[in-house]
């Protein structure tokens, strides 16, 4: 049994590199704001489902491009304060985004 699972994993190995800990370490880095993307994401699959829209037309909604609407709902998107009014104006929501998680406040002097 042994030797099947490491002569598959052997078939299928990548000759490309791994960059999980480049990727897990830019994570970890940058885990505050990927929040807050994440929520602005739920956002706008929720209006999507609620509203029985494709990604299309939600695209045509908000006025971008399908593959910049792809980027918005990965929760990678680095949004601006001006993007996500224009995001709620367009659609008429409100965006919640949680309170800063305590860990993040640096202690007064």
Known sequence: MENKALSFLEQHQSNE???????????????????K????????????QDNKLSRAALAKKLNV??????RMISGTENFSLKSIAKIEVMLGIKIHLSPIDPKYILPSK
């Open 65 to 70: 491009s399908q593959q910049y609407l792809s």
């Open 37 to 48: 993307s994440r929520a602005i994401a739920l956002s706008l699959i929720d209006y999507m």
């Open 17 to 35: 590199p791994s960059h999980f800990e480049e990727e897990a370490r830019w994570r970890q880095e940058n885990e505050l704001w990927l929040s």
